[in-house]
């Protein structure tokens, strides 16, 4: 069974910074994308932010030039790297893993951002 931990949330002032992770265990085939979703208040869940296993990156275009989203293939491990936060960033973040070797796709259970003005 494929887990998906997340960490590094917070609550951080405008301008500011911080770093999730996302380490996924289980069978998990080698060819996947692992990416960061977001979902505020009232809104749908968005795509932030993704990357392959080859590394090929994504990103929503309001979030460019100021995440980055990088990985760690022998850890299974994604990260995302925000800097410049914006209290418009303040959302509840998903980490999700589509296996396109078996198929599937699992969600962590979410950290929550929050970005103060």
């Known amino acids: 069974q494929v887990q998906l931990v997340e960490s590094g949330g917070g609550l951080v002032q405008a301008g500011g910074s911080l770093r999730l992770s996302c380490a996924a265990s289980g069978s998990i085939s080698n060819i996947n994308v692992m990416g960061w979703y977001r979902q505020a208040p009232g809104n749908q869940r968005e795509l932030v932010a993704s990357i392959t296993s080859g590394r090929r990156t994504n990103y929503k275009d309001s979030v460019k030039g100021r995440f980055t989203i990088s990985r760690d293939n022998a850890k299974n491990t994604v990260y995302l790297q925000m800097n410049s936060l914006k209290p418009e960033d303040t959302a509840v973040y998903y980490c999700?893993?589509?296996?396109?070797?078996?198929?599937?796709?699992?969600w962590g259970q979410g950290t929550q951002v929050t970005v103060s003005s």
């Open positions: 999700k893993l589509e296996d396109l070797g078996f198929s599937r796709n699992y």
